[in-house]
């Protein structure tokens, strides 16, 4: 829209021009008529204006004298000299100050509107090409902690007050809908920036910082351009000083992501208001960290599970931000990779989205619960699954292997990384398969070799088939077997040979 200000000490050429203008089109608005150029000059610096349509003589300051002060102060504004034909002389001078154009005196409505229509299309260029700049810088500063002097400098806003606001969307289209619906209802001076997939940065400008009626506005307008959809937004206060811009952002995005705990379907806070309702937040993983591994261990699979939902009703009662869940399913995940050997395999491999996404992108708490549980069960029953299918198997070569290295010190973490279990599920797996433990295995077979040895070797002394069979310490092997046979291996010897 362009804004027209009419300068002219005619009062009924002023209104009639004002009039006719604003009859034209929607694309024009007069905001102003003045008498003379002093008037204008006066009242400018309250005036946001496009152009000034101005007589050249006037009382206190004329048209001529206008146009140099407007060039020299506010070179943006663009101007249109009007007179009658026997003042061309003036026009020649008007037109070396930078007036757009001289307009005879009956103004000739064709003539008027061509301009008009002129001076709005390079007025809008100009400003989709301004808007296209300032983009740049703007997400540049809102990813930047500390800013240089140089970007800051490049930055020109175009009303002294900003105001953040975070949108999050069900859909990309519905923050759409809502910016341009009140571009079009407010004739707004407003970047919109589109900082991921159906997350969205107003930053909003004004002459002063925004009141709690204004905010109260731009809510109810929000409501009515959803369309039904879930929007969730939140507002940061209103500042002036470009380098606090991130600061700015955070604290409207903050107000924003407290929209997954609210079940409504729009969502609209300020960062004020939700200072005064946060709580203090703690990390709840660490509580949960040993009873976790303990059932990942031995895939319990719904003790796990009950582990990650308690971790969801702690984070959930401290209204955590969706970093902080992030932060606490990342911690459960790293947890899981360290105990399961072939969770990385099986998770998340299924089409899922990254667990970032996923978080960032959710429209409840709920949600998110309800999707990290499901992939990481899905997880769980796949490896459980896979292990049952190689039980039999896992153990069958870890039985074999003992029968060909029984003279050599098992070691569990190796037998384990052997078959792709885990340490302590391959122990209790062998428990339930075997009956026995994998050390009582071990003597058991060991047991077993030295008996054929002291049967079939006689030549062997008795500390020679304790070192053949893994027990190198004569007192140990010879108490371990009469333990096990009941007699001692000389006894044993003899009874064989007999």
């Known amino acids: 829209m362009l804004r027209i200000v009419i300068v002219d000490d005619e009062i009924l050429i002023r209104e009639g021009l004002a009039r006719m203008i604003s009859k034209e089109s929607r694309r024009f608005l007069v905001t102003g008529t003045y008498a003379d150029g002093k008037q204008l000059l006066d009242a400018l610096p309250s005036l946001q204006i496009d152009v000034v349509i101005t007589d050249i003589r006037m009382p206190h300051v004329d048209g001529l004298e206008l146009i140099k002060q407007l060039k020299a102060g ?10 009658g034909f026997v003042e061309f002389n003036y026009a020649r001078e008007a037109i070396r100050s930078s007036a757009v154009d001289y307009l005879l005196k009956p103004i000739n409505k064709e003539q008027l509107f061509e301009v008009l229509y002129r001076l709005d299309e390079e007025r809008k260029k100009l400003r989709e090409k301004e808007e296209r700049h300032r983009s740049g810088l703007l997400l540049s500063l809102l990813h930047v902690e500390q800013p240089s002097s140089v970007l800051l400098s490049s930055l020109i806003l175009p009303q002294p007050y900003f105001s953040v606001f975070v949108l999050k969307g069900s859909s990309r289209d519905t923050v759409c809908a809502c910016s341009d619906s009140l571009r079009q209802e407010k004739e707004l001076l407003m970047d919109s920036l589109e900082i991921r997939k159906g997350l969205y940065v107003w930053i909003w400008y004004s002459a002063e910082p925004l009141t709690a009626a204004e905010l109260n506005s731009i809510g109810g307008h929000i409501r009515t351009a959803s369309g039904g959809q879930r929007l969730h937004a939140g507002v940061s206060g209103s500042c002036s000083d470009p380098s606090k811009l991130r600061a700015s952002y955070l604290e409207a995005k903050r107000a924003c992501d407290a929209g997954i705990y609210n079940s409504q379907r729009i969502h609209y806070i300020t960062a004020q208001e939700l200072a005064a309702a946060e709580l203090c937040l703690s990390d709840p993983f660490p509580a949960l ?66 667990l970032e996404e996923e978080i960032m992108s959710s429209m409840s708490f709920r949600e998110i619960e309800q999707a990290f549980i499901s992939a990481f069960s899905a997880a769980l029953g ?16 870890v039985k074999r292997w003992v029968s060909a290295h029984y003279n050599q010190h098992p070691d569990l973490n190796m037998l384990a990384g052997m078959v792709y279990l885990t340490p302590s599920y391959l122990s209790k797996l062998f428990k339930q398969e075997t009956g026995l433990t994998l050390t009582d295995y071990v003597i058991e077979i060991r047991i077993r070799k030295a008996k054929l040895l002291l049967k079939n070797a006689p030549d062997l002394k008795i500390h020679e088939v304790g070192a053949e069979v893994g027990y190198p310490d004569p007192a140990y092997f010879n108490k371990l077997f009469k333990k096990i046979v009941g007699v001692t291996p000389n006894e044993y010897k003899r009874i064989s040979l007999a």
């Open 382 to 397: 796949s490896i459980r699954v896979h292990r049952l299918e190689l039980s039999g198997t896992a153990i069958e070569t």
């Open 74 to 83: 506010h070179p943006h504004i663009s101007t249109l000299l009007m007179s």
């Open 289 to 354: 960290r040993e009873p976790l591994i303990r059932d990942l261990q031995i895939l319990n699979v719904p003790g796990v599970l009950e582990h990650i939902h308690s971790l969801f009703s702690v984070l959930e009662s401290q209204r955590a931000c969706p970093g902080h869940i992030l932060r606490a399913c990342r911690e459960v995940e790293d947890t899981a990779r360290k105990e399961l050997q072939e969770f990385e395999a099986v998770y998340r491999v299924n089409g899922e989205p990254p």
